[in-house]
């Protein structure tokens, strides 16, 4: 028997999603929002939205399992953040201040910090430490409203350390009410004294065979950059990966044009990421090939970088997504603060920036149900903001607005730990 599992009543305004929800859409299709509006929750999906009135007389808060009186604030749909690199040991807080001294990122790597360095204390801790470390990123996650987030491996660059890891992904994914979305990244970079070529040919002889055998992740993901690995070298994982049932993704165009924007469109990828340098052929490819554009702002913010051109691919109705890309050197778990940065930084609209940080950001997860909107039918994933429209969210920056988290219906965070969002 179908259980009401919540009502959310007098929402000043409940933000549905863009006009059309299907991957390929105009990505400025204006928003559908319900002002002086409920949604209502059936065993973990979106039953009903619509005016407050209507929806609680067929579906009566008290007969909810969750009762929320969103009286004059924001109703939207849960974050998907889909690029982070959120499962990681050590700190690197040392190298923020290099960085403001003058020191590329580049120079950093040559001198044993960046990745490298992480992937050192990363082999170093137990099973154990890493799934402690990473619950208390997703904690903070879902207090900025992420419901859904992708964790990357690679942080290991060794067959034990990147099964290790997917498996504690796993493990996470089964503790936390965020979905975690597992990627291996075992070609994040090239491991100190050990030739290139021939970490390439470890990934795809030895890493992906193991990464198939435990079948934990969903996608795999290449570093193809300057300083990483080459268009010839990103292509034979991807491929490889792809042998092995995982999906392509790339880092493609943050630091130099090298083609990788070129080898996402050919493959068909899922998504390419970064795209700081993208050219407008590489736009065009990417936007004919279907390719989800993944714009990272956070990272241009942190590097003190020019950002990605988003314009470029929302003027060929691109799905652009916004994610936070969470890392030691991009050191931010709120989505809420990347759309902001969208705003200010590649001068989205609003709307834009939210769209790309739900709906879009399913789309670059290659989930079509409606995750990121709060259709009829789509996973009851929300986010009740202390605001009374989304507007306030990348207006009101630095300021956590989230109020109440619901997963599934269900609530997943209450700000203060409290229960006073509910009735």
């Given at each position: 028997?179908?259980?009401?599992?919540?009502?959310?009543?007098?929402?000043?305004?409940?933000?549905?999603?863009?006009?059309?929800?299907?991957?390929?859409?105009?990505?400025?299709?204006?928003?559908?929002?319900?002002?002086?509006?409920?949604?209502?929750?059936?065993?973990?999906?979106?039953a009903a939205v619509g005016p407050s009135d209507e929806v609680?007389?067929?579906?009566?808060?008290?007969?909810?399992?969750?009762?929320?009186?969103?009286?004059?604030?924001?109703?939207?749909?849960?974050?998907?953040?889909?690029?982070?690199?959120?499962?990681?040991?050590?700190?690197?807080?040392?190298?923020?201040?290099?960085?403001?001294?003058?020191?590329?990122?580049?120079?950093?790597?040559?001198?044993?910090?960046?990745?490298?360095?992480?992937?050192?204390?990363?082999?170093?801790?137990?099973?154990?430490?890493?799934?402690?470390?990473?619950l208390s990123h997703l904690d903070t996650m879902l207090a900025?409203?992420?419901?859904?987030?992708?964790?990357?491996?690679?942080?290991?660059?060794?067959?034990?350390?990147?099964?290790?890891?997917?498996?504690?992904?796993?493990?996470?994914?089964?503790?936390?009410?965020?979905?975690?979305?597992?990627?291996?990244?075992?070609?994040?970079?090239?491991?100190?004294?050990?030739?290139?070529?021939?970490?390439?040919?470890?990934?795809?002889?030895?890493?992906?065979?193991?990464?198939?055998?435990?079948?934990?992740?969903?996608?795999?993901?290449?570093?193809?950059?300057?300083?990483?690995?080459?268009?010839?070298?990103?292509?034979?994982?991807?491929?490889?990966?792809?042998?092995?049932?995982?999906?392509?993704?790339?880092?493609?165009?943050?630091?130099?044009?090298?083609?990788?924007?070129?080898?996402?469109?050919?493959?068909?990828?899922?998504?390419?990421?970064?795209?700081?340098?993208?050219?407008?052929?590489?736009?065009?490819?990417?936007?004919?090939?279907?390719?989800?554009?993944?714009?990272?702002?956070?990272?241009?913010?942190?590097?003190?970088?020019?950002?990605?051109?988003?314009?470029?691919?929302?003027?060929?109705?691109?799905?652009?997504?916004?994610?936070?890309?969470?890392?030691?050197?991009?050191?931010?778990?709120?989505?809420?603060?990347?759309?902001?940065?969208?705003?200010?930084?590649?001068?989205?609209?609003?709307?834009?920036?939210?769209?790309?940080?739900?709906?879009?950001?399913?789309?670059?997860?290659?989930?079509?149900?409606?995750?990121?909107?709060?259709?009829?039918?789509?996973?009851?994933?929300?986010?009740?903001?202390?605001?009374?429209?989304?507007?306030?969210?990348?207006?009101?920056?630095?300021?956590?607005?989230?109020?109440?988290?619901?997963?599934?219906?269900?609530?997943?965070?209450?700000?203060?730990?409290?229960?006073?969002?509910?009735?």
């Amino acid at each position: 028997m179908a259980e009401l599992t919540a009502v959310v009543r007098d929402a000043a305004e409940v933000v549905v999603g863009p006009e059309e929800a299907e991957r390929g859409d105009d990505a400025s299709a204006p928003l559908v929002r319900r002002e002086d509006a409920a949604v209502a929750v059936v065993d973990g999906r979106v039953a009903a939205v619509g005016p407050s009135d209507e929806v609680t007389r067929e579906h009566p808060p008290e007969n909810a399992a969750v009762a929320v009186d969103a009286a004059g604030k924001s109703v939207i749909p849960g974050f998907v953040d889909a690029h982070t690199h959120a499962l990681f040991a050590g700190d690197r807080s040392d190298e923020f201040e290099a960085k403001l001294r003058g020191k590329t990122y580049q120079e950093i790597m040559a001198e044993g910090g960046g990745i490298l360095r992480t992937v050192g204390a990363t082999r170093a801790a137990s099973d154990d430490d890493l799934l402690e470390i990473l619950l208390s990123h997703l904690d903070t996650m879902l207090a900025h409203g992420t419901t859904t987030a992708e964790v990357k491996s690679g942080y290991g660059l060794d067959v034990e350390t990147e099964l290790r890891m997917l498996e504690v992904v796993a493990r996470a994914d089964e503790r936390h009410p965020i979905d975690v979305v597992p990627t291996f990244m075992g070609a994040h970079a090239v491991p100190p004294g050990v030739d290139a070529d021939d970490y390439v040919d470890e990934v795809v002889s030895e890493q992906l065979p193991a990464v198939e055998a435990q079948g934990i992740a969903e996608f795999c993901d290449v570093f193809c950059d300057e300083g990483a690995f080459t268009v010839e070298a990103s292509r034979r994982v991807l491929e490889a990966g792809r042998e092995a049932g995982l999906a392509p993704k790339i880092h493609a165009d943050e630091f130099a044009t090298l083609g990788g924007s070129r080898l996402a469109a050919d493959l068909g990828a899922t998504s390419a990421d970064h795209l700081l340098r993208s050219t407008d052929e590489d736009v065009e490819a990417l936007v004919e090939a279907g390719v989800v554009p993944v714009l990272l702002p956070g990272t241009a913010f942190a590097l003190g970088a020019g950002y990605a051109d988003a314009g470029a691919f929302l003027d060929r109705g691109a799905p652009v997504a916004v994610a936070t890309d969470f890392n030691p050197n991009c050191y931010s778990q709120s989505l809420g603060f990347a759309a902001s940065l969208a705003c200010v930084g590649m001068r989205m609209t609003p709307a834009q920036a939210l769209v790309s940080v739900t709906r879009n950001g399913a789309l670059a997860l290659d989930r079509t149900d409606g995750l990121g909107t709060l259709r009829e039918g789509a996973p009851a994933d929300l986010v009740v903001l202390d605001a009374p429209s989304h507007v306030h969210l990348p207006y009101n920056f630095a300021v956590n607005a989230v109020e109440t988290v619901l997963k599934g219906g269900e609530v997943a965070h209450a700000r203060n730990g409290s229960g006073a969002a509910h009735e």
